[in-house]
């Protein structure tokens, strides 16, 4: 008896050793900030698709991408962009469960790429790295004291940290000092294989906008084709750093050809394909979602005003109010 009771609980501490290595996936929106506070009723939908997380993002501005200053936290932004409005949104989310990733982030003047902002002096690369400093460390205590789960570094900054890795690897440090908790980096597509810094990071982030399909209405099978051409080399990426990687935006447009550059979000593409949709993301969802050394991820992107958003003539990455829709909400329940 004593041989078959040790052998039972010999079972049972294995079975729950096991049972805690697995993690739920991070079934994220980015949440766009708005002029307005939430409530209730803006939450409600994020409920109804099963969201449990969501991705706050502040803002930071720029005049242009060789301008060194930084403007953020100030009065003439929305309110969802500054201090208070994240606060606000990080507490009424929490009222219902959904975990939080703080996702502060630069706007160039005109929407130019974050990717490109370079300075033309050394004196000028100081002058960013104090401003970028204040800026990030001002959220990453934010992101303490609300008790976000993840804060992330920065988003899509490409050639600042081509040019700066030292100042970034310093900048992860002063960041520990401050956060507690998990932190990533959202690379772009085609920029995370060179960051420098993933040692650094619990997670590695990437915005994933890969090229799957060139067809105009993309097919199932043609963007599960895509994907060979990335995802193995994704996956051997999570295994040299032995870390997840976490879609820190994905999602695409509905639009004709939204699998050829689904990082376009030019004005002239405006034919409205919501099969394109549907397509690349079932297959995103299908190549990824199950997989154990990935983390989960972020749609791009997700208002506050569910009723007023999206719909079956919009061509915007949102899926709100389109099948896409449906589909996330059938994925996240699992």
Not at 31 to 59: C, E, Q
Not at 204 to 209: L, Q, V
Request: aromatic letters at 14%; hydrophobic letters at 40%; one cysteine or more.
């Amino acid at each position: 008896m004593k041989i078959i009771f040790r052998l039972g609980l010999l079972f049972l501490v294995c079975s729950c050793s096991m049972t805690s290595y697995k993690t739920e996936k991070i079934n994220g929106v980015s949440f766009v900030a708005s002029r307005d506070s939430i409530n209730d009723t803006h939450i409600k939908p994020l409920l109804n698709i099963h969201a449990n997380y969501a991705a706050i993002m502040p803002f930071g501005f720029i005049r242009e991408l060789s301008h060194p200053e930084i403007m953020f936290n100030t009065e003439r932004q929305w309110f969802g962009e500054r201090k208070v409005g994240v606060k606000q949104y990080v507490e009424s989310l929490k009222k219902h469960h959904i975990s939080i990733m703080i996702k502060p982030q630069i706007w160039v003047r005109r929407g130019e790429f974050t990717g490109g902002i370079k300075m033309t002096s050394e004196a000028d690369w100081k002058v960013l790295e104090d401003s970028y400093s204040k800026f990030i460390l001002e959220y990453a205590k934010v992101a303490q004291e609300v008790k976000a789960g993840i804060f992330c570094v920065g988003t899509e900054l490409e050639t600042f940290i081509d040019n700066r890795p030292n100042y970034w690897k310093e900048l992860i440090i002063e960041i520990r000092n401050v956060y507690k908790g998990k932190l990533t980096y959202a690379a772009n597509w085609n920029e995370y294989d060179r960051t420098p810094f993933w040692s650094q990071l619990d997670f590695i982030g990437i915005d994933a906008y890969f090229p799957v399909s060139d067809e105009q209405t993309p097919t199932v099978e043609a963007c599960r084709l895509g994907w060979l051409k990335h995802k193995p080399t994704i996956k051997a990426f999570s295994e040299k750093y032995n870390k997840l990687i976490l879609f820190t935006e994905f999602g695409y447009r509905s639009v004709d050809f939204a699998g050829k550059e689904p990082w376009r979000s030019d004005r002239d593409m405006n034919v409205v394909n919501l099969k394109a949709q549907t397509n690349t993301m079932q297959v995103l969802f299908e190549e990824f979602w199950d997989e154990p050394w990935f983390a989960g991820g972020f749609v791009w992107k997700w208002f506050h005003n569910h009723d007023k958003s999206g719909g079956l003539r919009d061509d915007r990455f949102t899926p709100q109010n389109k099948p896409v829709e449906a589909m996330i909400k059938a994925q996240y329940f699992k």
